[in-house]
């Protein structure tokens, strides 16, 4: 049996007229009371409840009796009631899904801004517009025009494409031009920021400065064409046109018309980056070219012909234009050599052009190169000494090859020359030299064909042989490492010419 403490003092008054006390905290208490109002007590249930109405009021310290409990009983005070939560309401599927469908917002947005900010960054764009510009893809998102005259589309950007994808280069130092500064040496092109994309980032363009050029012609009836579309048609011989803004890149301008009985036209490409004019005069011109037998000629970039034994070339009443340029290439073994190329005006009928290879040895310099070279040589095969292995200027051996002493051609002409000098059976070697051909090779290297005659004094007679070599020479005049203007790179196999014994008794 559950034994309650009571706190209640003696009971001493008569029956009747005393007060009740409550039997959980000894408070008195009205008979008509159904809980205690200082502790809440169920006086009908005779229990403590948590949800009686009022609230009753916490015991004070002065209205707090202090009853000793008896031997048999320990007193254990109770604590205050806890007040009960509301169980949380468990999230629903629906709201489950909501919620994770915002968080996975949230990710992707975070995503998506952190992507954007590096895909339009300046450096980037910049990236993916050369890669444009080469490509000639999406030019008209890459730029833009602030003159109202120039409505960019994809037919008047293609000459961009058109000249940097011919020009790799050109489109390299346009690119460092625009990361650098912002802004082309030619003043053209302007790398900035035309506006926002998705509000977020920003635009990247390439804005245009146009240019206008003119093109003139001196014969009435002639037809202007740009990019092969007709843009004009003259009215006199003396006839001027200017033509609209265009976007600085390669154009094909061209003049065609009726000259007398022939059918002229004056046709070529530009790179227009001016408001220069241009001369589509209708004209022939003749002219004669110089260069090296068997040297294809070119007109234009087009193959017109190839040049005779001689080296020589005749061009006839070919149509002028204002651009026209020559060259000449020949291939060998070594590889092609490209000339000089050369521009003709058209006060240039009946000239003469020389077509010249650049780095080429002309004949009186190879005769001295090579002659200089076996001289000593044979100081080498009749003194063994390499300190005597050196010319008349006193250049050493090594300093006629490519890389010196480390060359192959060094290498073996130095065992030949001791190898002479240890001949018991030879008495001295005398060496000489003569030019038989010269060529242009790749890369300022000429092709030097000479002959060597070795007469080797024995006892009894000369034994004397003539070869014939092929050296690559290259030109080292703008080497300061190189002691002299040319070095040879290499030297075919010999091939004998002759080989006999001259007995003078």
């Known amino acids: 049996m559950n034994q309650r403490p009571f706190y209640a003092p003696a009971d001493d ?144 950007l293609v000459p961009v494409n058109r000249y940097y994808r011919d020009h790799p280069q050109q489109l390299a130092s346009l690119k460092a031009q625009l990361a650098a500064g912002g802004r082309s040496t030619d003043g053209h092109f302007t790398y900035r920021s035309t506006g926002r994309r998705f509000l977020l980032f920003p635009k990247y363009q390439i804005n245009v400065t146009p240019v206008y050029p003119t093109v003139t012609t001196n014969h009435a009836k002639t037809v202007i ?110 590889g092609t050599a490209k000339s000089n190329t050369v521009m003709l005006d058209k006060n240039a009928d009946g000239d003469t052009v020389d077509l010249k290879y650049p780095g080429v040895i002309d004949e009186s310099d190879a005769d001295d190169f090579i002659s200089n070279l076996f001289t000593a040589i044979e100081n080498l095969s009749n003194n063994g000494d390499m300190d005597d292995a050196t010319d008349d200027e006193d250049d050493d051996l090594d300093a006629f090859f490519e890389n010196g002493s480390s060359n192959t051609e060094y290498q073996q002409f130095k065992s030949m020359g001791q190898g002479y000098y240890k001949d018991d059976n030879i008495d001295g070697t005398t060496i000489t030299t003569t030019i038989k051909d010269i060529k242009p090779g790749p890369d300022r290297t000429s092709l030097v064909t000479y002959t060597v005659k070795y007469d080797f004094m024995l006892d009894d007679y000369d034994h004397i042989q003539t070869f014939q070599y092929t050296a690559t020479v290259k030109d080292t005049s703008h080497d300061s490492d190189a002691s002299l203007n040319n070095q040879i790179v290499k030297i075919t196999p010999a091939q004998k010419i002759n080989d006999y014994h001259d007995n003078d008794d």
């Open 225 to 334: 064409s740009l990019d092969h579309h007709t843009v004009a048609t003259a009215n006199s011989d003396t006839y001027t046109k200017k033509l609209g803004a265009l976007v600085p890149g390669e154009y094909h301008l061209q003049a065609s018309g009726k000259v007398g009985s022939h059918q002229l036209t004056n046709s070529s490409d530009y790179h227009i980056t001016s408001d220069k004019t241009y001369d589509l005069e209708l004209r022939t011109i003749s002219a004669t070219f110089n260069t090296v037998p068997a040297s294809t000629i070119y007109l234009n970039g087009k193959k017109v012909g190839t040049a005779d034994s001689t080296g020589t070339f005749t061009l006839k009443d070919e149509p002028w234009s204002a651009n026209m340029s020559v060259y000449a290439q020949y291939g060998s073994t070594n």
């Open 13 to 156: 008054q008569a029956s009747g007229d005393r007060p009740n006390f409550c039997p959980h905290c000894g408070q008195p208490v009205a008979p008509t009371d159904t809980f205690c109002q200082n502790c809440g007590y169920n006086l009908v249930t005779d229990q403590v409840t948590n949800d009686q109405t009022p609230e009753a009021p916490q015991p004070t310290a002065s209205t707090q009796p202090n009853p000793q409990p008896t031997a048999s009983q320990t007193t254990t005070p109770q604590p205050a009631p806890t007040p009960q939560r509301r169980p949380r309401t468990p999230l629903t599927k629906s709201q489950k899904a909501k919620w994770w469908g915002l968080g996975l917002v949230g990710v992707v947005l975070v995503g998506l801004i952190g992507w954007g900010g590096h895909y339009y960054s300046k450096a980037t764009t910049l990236d993916r517009i050369t890669s444009d510009i080469r490509s000639g893809k999406h030019l008209t998102h890459d730029f833009a025009s602030s003159s109202a005259d120039l409505k960019l589309t994809t037919a008047k």
